[in-house]
């Protein structure tokens, strides 16, 4: 009777563990598609954080002052029609346990960026940008490291311990630094992992 019970419970772990690798398995595959988000979310946050420290930098006209905020409001607005658009073509398509968790990873660190401003706004009466970059990036690196580790993705991991890197190495610099370490970030992070996910993605 006990052998049984033993046999059973063997199975059902095996079964189990089976059952999660293939879940994984189809996450991983589901991520190398969604490898355009990442291109596309890190080419616009790296356009982002490099204009800005072109801002600082150099002394620009108005004019090139209004074209650089034009086109990114133009990127801004073009990433979210096509997050949209995607998201709504993956819906009708597997979900997953998996899927939907790292679904919440991504919805949380957006919560906690809106937080982390509301808290420093009370207690320090104004945004210090100089602190936010770097807090905002080493919420990134997590978000990415978090995601690399539930998919057993090393070079989801990689890039989320160089944000994290780069983080802390921002946090020593005055704000334009930190906005040309923020833009090396994007691309080691999402813009060459997310090329190389989605080149990937049939096979």
């Known amino acids: 009777m006990d052998t049984n019970k033993n046999t059973s419970d063997f199975f059902n772990e095996t079964q189990s563990l089976l059952v999660i690798k293939e879940m994984i398995k189809v996450s991983k595959n589901k991520l190398k598609r969604d490898g355009i988000l990442f291109i596309v979310w890190g080419w616009l946050f790296f356009y982002k954080s490099i204009m800005g420290y072109v801002e600082r930098k150099f002394l620009l006209t108005s004019q090139i002052q209004k074209l650089i905020n034009y086109l990114e409001f133009v990127l801004l607005i073009a990433c979210v029609a096509f997050t949209i658009y ?7 398509k597997i979900q997953t346990y998996i899927g939907i968790s790292l679904r919440y990873v991504w919805v949380s660190l957006f919560v906690c960026m ?22 905002f990036m080493v919420l990134m690196a997590f978000a990415v490291t978090v995601t690399g580790g539930i998919l057993r993705y090393r070079l989801i991991i990689i890039g989320g311990v160089i944000f994290g890197a780069l983080a802390l190495t921002a946090s020593y610099l005055k704000i334009q630094e930190q906005l040309l370490i923020e833009s090396v970030a994007w691309i080691t992070a999402f813009i060459i992992p997310g090329h190389i996910l989605y080149a990937n993605r049939e096979k």
């Open 114 to 135: 809106v937080l982390v401003n509301l808290v420093q706004f009370n207690v320090l009466h104004s945004i210090n940008f100089e602190l936010q970059h770097p807090v």
């Open 86 to 92: 995607y998201l709504l073509k993956q819906r009708k």
